[in-house]
């Protein structure tokens, strides 16, 4: 009979490692979105964002240009 790739011993190792890494990622994966939710919310009430970009790069465009 061949030997097991691990004993239980590694593979509980190796699972809490995979545990850790999961829910490390899950946790900075929430902050990120928490963030960006605060910069530009993407549900609700749209609020032209391409807009205001335009009309301020126009207006640093005119300042840079008098």
């Known amino acids: 009979m061949d030997k097991p790739p691990m ?3 590694e593979a509980r190792g190796v699972h809490s490692l995979a545990m850790l ?3 490390g990622f899950a946790f900075f994966a929430a902050i990120a979105h928490y963030l960006c939710w ?3 919310p993407w549900l609700g009430k749209p609020l032209n964002y391409g807009v205001a970009e335009l009309m301020d790069a126009a207006q640093h465009a005119t300042r840079f240009l008098s």
């Open 38 to 40: 605060q910069w530009r």
């Open 7 to 9: 004993t239980d011993e």
């Open 21 to 23: 890494t999961f829910v």
